[in-house]
């Protein structure tokens, strides 16, 4: 050893050590955290992707929902209104047919897309039975200057020759009859199968591109801690410069709280990374809100559902409809809870099926059940009726190996009830009159 040589690294040997090391880290955490970016990226779009294929389907099932009610409306009234509503929506606004161009990306989704497409071919082949209802409406109704499609369907001899109220009557069976609604179960078995291969195809695609993004999350996370502490390593040993923002920031890291971009300029740049990271974190938590207002086991909304859609509810145009299953409390003890928890998704099921989308199912309670068919200005009480009709006669099947069960139904406009609290304790009231008579029925309040 020479003369004079001190022992130990000096500090300028630290020092240069450190910024070495620090330059190095921050070409990684800048490699990552483009690559974060990138794959953040990649997420977004596929996600994005999903929606609209989502939406595409659900947009065809909607237009077909718009026509079915048109076309009942149209039947049951015999306003010429909803006949123009009709073909406004099949001629004009095109949904069906521009849900299924979104449909078209690439071979990926054309498993997703047969089925749509099959679900439009039930669609079309249900208008045939729509336009025979409609005709017979217009012939009973004597209307002229009616959409020029509807000149080609010819009446049989036996319904030509029927009365005009006869007619009214068989144009109503044409669309509330058990065959009509196979045509619509038809349909939305064909649009969930597309959306179940939309969702395959999706959570494929999501499912990698997350498990990347998680791995390099962590190793941005990493590559800020060491730096951090390289950072306070190189201010201890030259001078106290950005102490006090690593500090906060490492605070702010165990608050899950936004870092403040204060400081060097790398330590900017690594806390406007994260802050972007975190802030789509807190945006995708919002997605959580779903399960907080539907019921895990039926999927209808559940009590806090109910709670915020009644406050934003237009008491002028929307019908309540209360319902409970008769003898529910035997169904569990007679077959098990399994089996009662099954007739409950299988009654929401059918809800789904006869109502619109548009309208909400809520589950309040047990086995109580709450519909709020919206935009229902005027009475719709043999609509109605056509429809608890058809769920009753679908909860007295027993093919799917569940007893037949029964419900007792009160119904109320909102525009007869003052309030939100009136509507639904003057529906109560309704439905417990229809289980004094019997059970198995259902009432219609009145002033």
């Known amino acids: ?26 070409c990684i955490v800048g490699f990552v955290t483009f690559r974060l970016t990138v794959t953040f990226s990649r997420l977004t779009g596929a996600s994005e992707e999903h929606m609209e294929l989502d939406r595409a389907a659900r947009e065809l099932m909607e237009a077909s ?25 099949a001629q004009s606004a095109n949904r069906r047919e521009k849900a299924l161009s979104k449909m078209d990306v690439d071979q990926r989704t054309e498993g997703a897309r047969k089925k749509l497409q099959e679900a439009m071919n039930a669609s079309i082949a249900l208008m045939d039975r729509e336009y025979y209802s409609m005709r017979l409406v217009i012939e009973a109704k ?27 009557r ?48 962590n190793v941005v996370r990493i590559m800020m801690l060491i730096e951090i502490l390289l950072i306070i390593l190189m201010v201890l040993a030259i001078t106290r410069l950005g102490i006090r923002p690593v500090i906060k920031a490492v ?21 406007r990374a994260y802050n972007r990271m975190f802030t789509r974190y807190l945006s995708s938590l919002s997605q959580l809100n779903y399960k907080a207002s539907h019921d895990e086991l039926t999927g209808a909304y ?27 409390k035997n169904i569990n003890d007679s077959y098990g809870h399994e089996t009662g928890d099954r007739i409950l998704i299988k009654l929401v099921r059918i809800l789904k099926s006869v109502f619109r989308g548009e309208d909400h199912i809520c589950r309040i309670g047990g086995d109580e059940f709450v519909i709020l068919m919206v935009h229902s200005e005027g009475l719709q009480q043999s609509l109605i009726e056509g429809k608890i009709r058809q769920i009753s006669s679908e ?26 609290a009136a509507l639904f304790e003057k529906t109560d009231a309704a439905m417990y009159a229809s289980k004094k008579k019997g059970k198995h029925t259902y009432t219609f309040h009145t002033k």
Do not use: C, W
């Open 170 to 217: 068989r144009a109503t069976e044409l669309v509330l009859d058990e065959a009509y609604y196979e045509l619509k179960d038809r349909i939305r078995q064909e649009m969930q199968e597309s959306l179940e291969e939309v969702d395959k195809l999706m959570d494929s695609t999501e499912g990698s591109t997350l498990s990347a993004l998680r791995r390099e999350v």
């Open 395 to 420: 909860l007295e099947k027993t093919e799917d190996g569940l007893p037949p069960v029964s419900i007792s139904i009160g119904i109320m406009h909102g525009k007869d009830a003052g309030d939100t």
């Open 65 to 89: 929902d718009y026509l079915t009610e048109s076309v009942q409306r149209f039947t049951v009234k015999g306003d010429r209104r909803f006949l123009d509503q009709y073909f406004e929506e």
């Open 302 to 328: 559940n009590r806090a559902g109910y709670d915020l859609l009644m406050e934003g509810i237009d008491l002028e145009s929307t019908y309540m409809l209360l319902l409970d299953v008769d003898n529910f």
């Open 251 to 271: 605070d702010r890291i165990r608050e899950e709280s936004p870092i403040p971009e204060k400081g060097s300029k790398e330590f900017r740049y690594m806390a």
């Open 142 to 168: 004597g209307y002229t200057g009616y959409p020029e499609v509807l000149e080609g369907v010819t009446l049989s001899e036996e319904d030509a020759a029927l009365s005009a109220e006869d007619k009214m």
């Open 1 to 26: 050893m020479k003369k004079g040589a001190e022992k130990g690294i000096s500090l300028r040997s630290i020092n240069i050590g450190l910024i070495i090391v620090m330059l190095i880290m921050s």
